[in-house]
Each structure stands twice: as structure tokens, then as C-alpha cells.
């Protein structure tokens, strides 16, 4: 089965800005395909070029045969968007809003009532369709919005960071539609810069950063790139040295890497409590207080860490 | 088509569910006619505003008809609005005019009657050549436009009357004589007095028109001039508000969701233009309608009232869009609009009679739909039909044409229909 999207070099500039260089990649039909990369990677310029919003400056994608660039059209009506900010209309109802956007797609009458029942259901607000969504909550918000992005059942979902903004538990909902639309066939390509959703959600993932895919493959593949190990997190003060603790770490017997970041150090090892004694060692004779310690499995961050030198939050 | 039609829709249904928005559209509008009705008289029985208008009648014809216009202008009925001066010499009255002396004159040439109403005798001789027609002369005072245009409704309506009575009673001669119930030697009396009705009845060209619409549908109410001009003035407000509403979907997300949906940029702008037209209709149409339920204002031809409409919210609908084109900001928008929403209102005739502002004024106010508007509102006010609207309905859909024409360029130019 030929995949539902491909991607072929996709380039998008700025004047002398480059936000996306040349990123290449497919989505096989049935997927959950993650973009993971900080705030500025480049996500939410891939989704605009592959929802036909902006022009790419160079490349081109396929989606069910379609050509973004040639055929945008024909692309729209294969894929449903769920834009990273809210984009509903607040004096509207949730019903009323889901019927507006059902009929830009195409629906009407009882198909297009039938759909948005279900969705209402979906995303559990039957009971409070009827009131405006600027009385909503911002989780509720989140929800509608997705809902409007599944009414005429798209074959491929864009998701652009759906979780930003939300609280916890309105997030685990997000996270559980978006597992249950992907059980129901749908393919999704999800953007975030969370590694835990990434990680609970993918079949597959690529990590791009400064517009740029530097990885791509499955979670195993792809932490297997740092290898069997593990990473031990020290948090220490404000107004410590962390590049200093790192760099006196380099050396040290069976510390793989030491990285600094912003009051924290990263020590990559094959076993963390090998080198735990050392570590805090060190730190002692740089008079450096630790405020506690992580050990981390291997994992997305450990490989984003790994290829770029920085935490995914930076 | 249809979702530019939906698209106008939802618009429509936002913007009546803004209380603030519906402030400013309908219950401001509304709330400062009642209190210029006030100030006017209007509601305690005085005058319309339009009164004692110094009208010079130069009557050179002397004759039936000639006389009956002239009387139509000292009756008791429009003892209150017109102020006339019988003149024998054309050239001074025009002169008058022209020194500002009065606002328009009504000049009747020698013969007036006979072009219409042949002398006895001679209707049926074979010699007998008509004479060439003549016609009435309204010289008229540009720089008091509505007084000059209610002198010249005034003549229309009295024209139109006699024109008519004219084509009937011929017809209704001709009919008779073919059926052999009149013959050749009463068909003459018969036809003269036809003519005679009109003006041996008491009813002036004016109040001949009452017949179909009632006595006081000629009078001059200054509500049909006030209460359109305060709609007209807010039309701009909700012109610029629907335009605006273009730029806020684009900071709130829903334009880009909308041009990723199958929904190509000029539905979507078609769709928004309509909300705008369709806001402008519902307002304009309820003020007119709330004026005529709650002060009685009559405005006249159903039709002509409905085109003019039409077309005066499609010519602010342009200065909307237009608005919206130069913007860069919903702010902006707000911003710039209200402050062409106030000029408009001034230079349009909406605060001041435009009679009453300097020359220069009265030809700038031709930008402004609102004293194209105000001009139809007030031709219909005084009796007019669609076919006297065909200037200012004209002139404002050339102003929407060419203004959602620029606007368009100016959206492609500055790329306002992308994200």
C-alpha cells in the first residue's frame, strides 16, 4: 500500500529565513506519525505547507496521490486540521459552530446533524452544545476545536499541538480521542514538543529541529541511536556552574557524556548508578549543591538531547 | 455560491449577537432620530424642518394649465413649505437663483397650455398641426439641493399628472368614438373637459396624488429625512465592522481554518462581503421599519425603497471594504471607521441639511453614499417612484463597483486573505 503522505524536500523560506530546509518523509495509512521538536523547529510550518495554507518555496507532498502544490483542492477533502490555536467562533455554540464548519466540508441536512451528534459525543459535550463556547472552559475549547477537525471523518489528521495550554486532565482526554480516532483507522500526524505524548502516541516519529528532520523512525530506532543507556539528571542551583560541573565530569570512568543545561546536568552512562558516586563527588569539590537527581531510560529527550546538545524545552 | 451564502449567514448571526455591535447599529441610530425629532418639532405637532422654501414662479403662460401650477404652490396645503414669488421675467428669477435668493425657480412657458390641451375647434380639423411641446423649466439652486429637489418633485408629480390625464382621456375618447358612443361633435367638448378637471378640481397636482396614497404622503416629514440620515450614518459603522471582521478571523485562526477547508479565498471573501451587505440590509430595513411603526414615516414606493436600499448598503458596503483593505489591524478598522463614519455623516447630509454647507461641500458629499442615500430616501419621502431613483441608485452601485474593485486589489496585493 503506496503511503498516504509523502513528503519530498519540502523547503519554506522567509525572506533570508529558512523555517524548513529540505524535510523528506512518508506516513503509511493506519499511522500515528509524531513531528517532536521545540517551539520554532518547524511543525507548525510543515502542517501549513501540507494543509495547502502556505506555498512551500521549494518540494512538494502527496497526500492520497494529491499534490499539495497542484492540487490543493482535491488534498483538502482527504485531510482534517486541528490548528494549535483554537480558531471558533466564540459567540457561536458548540453545535452551531460544529454545523458551520460540517457545511464548509460539505454536509448538510441529516448527515451533517447525524455527524455532528457523534462528534459532540466524541468529544463529550452533548450536554453543553447548546451554550456558546466562549462560556467554555479552555480544555472544553481544545475540544471543540478538535471536534471541528473530524466532522466530514478525514483519512489523514493533522494535529498541531493540541495539548499546549490545557490542564492535565483535559490533556489525557486529548491524548485518548487521539488513540481512539487511530484505532477507528484514521492516520494521524501529531506535532508536539512533549516527548511523553510523542512516546505514548507514535508509531513512528521524526524529530526536527532549526527546520531541519535530524531523526526519524520508530521509538526503538530511534533510541537505539544513543545506545543502551541511561541518564542521570542532576538539578542544581541558580546560580551554579552547571557547564563547569559538566566539563570537570568529561573523563570520569564510564561517564559516556556530560551535557549542561540551564541549572541541570545531563550524564549519560550505560548504568547510572555506576557512575552516581563520582557525580556527586565532583560536584562536592566544586562546592555545588544538588537539589536532587533523575535517572532516566532511554527515551525521545535522551535521543533530542543526544543529536542536538539541548533539552527539547530549550 | 452556497457558502458564500452560508458564510454571510454566520456573519450576519455574529454580528447580531455583539449587543455592543447592535448598540451602535440599531438603538443609537434609533435613539438620536427620536431626539432630532424632537429638537425639529417633529413630535409635538410642528413643522417638518423643511419650510417657507422661496420657490420664484414665472407663469408665462397664463393659461388652464399654467395657472394650475401656479396655485399648486400658493394652496393651502403647502402654505407651510413653500414661500412663492410671482416673477414675469425668466432671466431675473434665474438670476435670483443664482445670487442665492431662492432655491429654485419654476419657469412656465408661453404655450404650455395649448401644447396640451388644443383650443376648441380644431382638435378634429385635418389642417389643424400641433403645436411643437413645450416644457416647464425648474432652475434650480445646487446649493440647496433638498429644497430644490422638493420644488422639482412638486412640478414632476404635476407634469406626470397631466401627462397621464392626457394619455387616458385620449384613449378613453378614442375607445369611445371606435364604439360609436361618441361622436365627432361631442368628442371635442368631452376631451376639453377632461382637462378641465385639472384644475378646476380642488386637487392640486398634489393633492391628486393623495387619491392613491393619501393626503399627507406628499408632505414632507422630517423624519424621512432624519431617520435615514441617522441609519445612513451608522451603516458606516456596520460596514466597518464586517470588514473588520475579515482581519479579526485572521488573528483569531478561523480564516486560515477556513482557506484549509474545500473553500477557495474569493468564497470566502464573497461570503464575508455578503455578511456585510446582509447586515447593512437587516439594519437599514429595521430602522425604516421602526420609523414607520413607531413615528408613522411614510416612505413611499415599497420598490424603490427596497432597491434603494439595496443599493445604498452596497455602496458603503465598498467604503467598508475598502476600509478593511488599507487596514492592517481590526483596530484600525475600528479606528479609521469611526472616524469615516462621522465624515461621511457630515459631509452626507446626516447632521446637517446639505442645502445648508458651502458649495465645495455639497460636491464632495458625492463620495459618500450617505447623501446619495439621503437624496433617494428623500425623492421617495415626497412621492417619487423607482424611476426618479435611477441617479442615486446608480451612482452608489458605481461607488460599491468601483471600491470593492480597488479593495480586491489592495486584499490580492497585501495578501489579506492568507494566513
Known amino acids: 500500500m503506496p503511503p498516504i503522505l509523502e513528503v519530498q524536500n519540502l523547503v519554506k523560506n522567509y525572506g533570508d529565513f529558512a523555517a524548513v530546509k529540505g524535510i523528506s518523509f512518508n506516513i503509511k495509512e493506519g499511522e500515528i506519525f509524531s513531528l517532536l521538536g521545540p517551539n520554532g523547529a518547524g511543525k507548525t510550518t510543515t502542517i501549513s505547507m501540507l494543509s495547502t495554507l502556505y506555498a512551500p518555496s521549494s518540494g512538494d507532498a502527496t497526500i492520497d496521490g494529491h499534490s499539495v502544490t497542484k492540487n490543493p483542492m482535491a488534498v483538502k477533502q482527504v485531510i482534517g486540521v486541528v490548528p494549535q490555536e483554537l480558531a471558533l467562533y466564540e459567540d457561536l455554540t458548540a453545535r452551531e459552530n460544529l454545523i458551520f464548519w460540517g457545511q464548509m466540508y460539505g454536509l448538510s441536512g441529516k448527515p451533517l446533524n447525524g455527524r455532528v451528534d457523534e462528534v459532540l459525543e466524541q468529544i463529550g459535550l452533548t450536554e453543553k452544545a447548546k451554550n456558546r463556547v466562549k462560556t467554555y472552559s479552555g480544555g472544553m475549547k481544545r475540544r471543540v476545536n478538535i471536534g471541528v477537525g473530524l466532522l466530514h471523518k478525514p483519512r489523514l489528521l493533522f494535529m498541531d499541538e493540541p495539548t499546549v495550554g490545557i490542564d492535565p486532565q483535559s490533556r489525557r482526554a486529548i491524548l485518548d480521542t487521539v488513540k481512539d480516532l487511530n484505532r477507528q483507522g484514521m492516520t494521524v500526524l501529531y506535532t508536539t514538543h512533549y516527548m511523553e505524548e510523542a512516546q505514548e502516541l507514535s508509531d513512528r516519529v521524526g524529530i526536527i529541529d532549526h527546520g531541519e528532520l535530524i531523526a526519524l523512525g520508530t521509538q526503538k530506532e530511534l533510541t537505539q541511536q544513543v545506545g543502551q543507556t541511561e541518564t542521570l539528571i542532576l538539578h542544581i542551583g541558580e546560580n551554579d556552574d552547571s557547564e563547569a560541573l559538566a566539563k570537570s565530569l568529561e573523563g570520569v570512568k564510564d561517564v559516556l557524556e556530560a551535557l549542561a543545561t540551564d541549572h541541570e546536568v545531563s550524564v549519560i552512562a550505560h548504568e547510572a548508578e555506576d557512575v552516581l558516586a563520582a557525580v556527586v563527588t565532583k560536584a562536592n569539590e566544586r562546592g555545588i549543591k544538588i537539589h536532587s537527581i533523575d535517572i532516566r531510560e532511554p527515551n525521545l529527550e535522551a535521543v533530542f538531547l543526544h543529536l542536538t546538545g539541548r533539552a527539547l524545552r530549550d | 455560491m452556497k457558502k458564500l451564502f452560508l458564510i454571510g449567514i454566520k456573519d450576519l448571526r455574529l454580528i447580531f449577537r455583539d449587543r455592543a455591535a447592535l448598540i451602535f447599529m440599531l438603538l443609537a441610530p434609533f435613539l438620536l432620530t427620536i431626539g432630532m425629532g424632537f429638537v425639529t418639532g417633529r413630535f409635538s405637532g410642528g413643522a417638518s ?84 411641446p413645450v416644457q416647464i423649466e425648474v432652475y434650480t ?78 408632505e414632507f416629514d422630517i423624519l424621512a429625512f432624519m431617520a435615514p440620515g441617522m441609519a445612513l450614518l451608522f451603516l458606516m459603522y456596520t460596514v466597518s465592522y464586517g470588514g473588520r471582521s475579515i482581519l479579526t478571523e485572521r488573528s483569531q485562526g478561523t480564516l486560515p481554518r477556513l482557506l484549509v477547508s474545500p473553500t477557495s479565498a474569493s468564497q470566502v471573501l464573497g461570503g464575508k462581503v455578503l455578511g456585510i451587505f446582509f447586515a447593512g440590509v437587516a439594519q437599514v430595513g429595521i430602522l425604516i421599519l421602526a420609523s414607520s411603526v413607531f413615528f408613522g414615516v411614510k416612505w413611499g414606493d415599497a420598490l424603490g425603497l427596497a432597491i434603494l436600499i439595496l443599493a445604498t448598503v452596497f455602496g458603503a458596503a465598498g467604503w467598508g471594504m475598502l476600509i478593511t483593505a488599507l487596514a492592517r489591524s481590526p483596530g484600525q478598522v475600528a479606528s479609521v471607521g469611526s472616524a469615516i463614519m462621522l465624515i461621511f455623516g457630515i459631509l452626507g447630509g446626516s447632521f446637517v441639511q446639505l442645502d445648508q454647507l458651502p458649495p465645495f461641500v455639497q460636491t464632495l458629499s458625492k463620495i459618500t453614499p450617505n447623501a446619495w442615500g439621503l437624496n433617494g430616501f428623500t425623492t421617495l419621502a415626497l412621492g417619487g417612484t423607482l424611476p426618479n431613483l435611477i441617479e442615486p441608485v446608480t451612482a452608489l452601485l458605481i461607488m460599491g463597483a468601483l471600491l470593492f474593485g480597488i479593495a480586491v486589489v489592495l486584499f490580492n496585493r497585501n495578501g489579506i486573505m492568507q494566513k
Request: proline share 5%; charged share 20%.
Open chain 2, 49 to 132: 424642518g423643511l419650510s417657507d422654501i422661496p420657490v420664484i414662479i414665472v407663469n408665462l403662460d397664463n393659461d388652464q394649465l399654467g395657472d394650475a401650477l401656479a396655485d399648486v404652490f400658493s394652496s393651502e396645503e403647502l402654505a407651510d413649505l413653500m414661500e412663492p414669488t410671482a416673477s414675469s421675467d425668466p432671466a431675473a428669477a434665474r438670476r435670483l437663483i443664482d445670487e442665492d435668493e431662492a432655491a429654485a425657480a419654476v419657469i412656465i412657458p408661453e404655450g404650455f397650455t395649448a401644447s396640451i390641451i388644443p383650443a376648441r375647434g380644431t382638435t378634429f380639423d385635418q389642417n389643424y398641426v400641433a403645436p411643437e
Open chain 2, 141 to 218: 439652486n445646487p446649493s440647496r439641493p433638498t429644497s430644490a429637489g422638493v420644488v422639482k418633485a412638486i412640478v414632476d408629480e404635476f407634469v406626470s399628472r397631466v401627462e397621464e390625464g392626457r394619455t387616458s382621456g385620449i384613449t378613453s375618447l378614442l375607445q369611445l368614438m371606435s364604439s360609436g358612443l361618441l361622436n365627432l361633435q361631442n368628442a371635442e367638448s368631452e376631451a376639453s373637459n377632461l382637462f378641465q378637471d385639472v384644475d378646476e378640481s380642488q386637487s392640486t397636482a398634489i393633492t391628486l396624488k393623495s387619491n392613491v396614497q393619501g393626503a399627507e404622503a406628499i
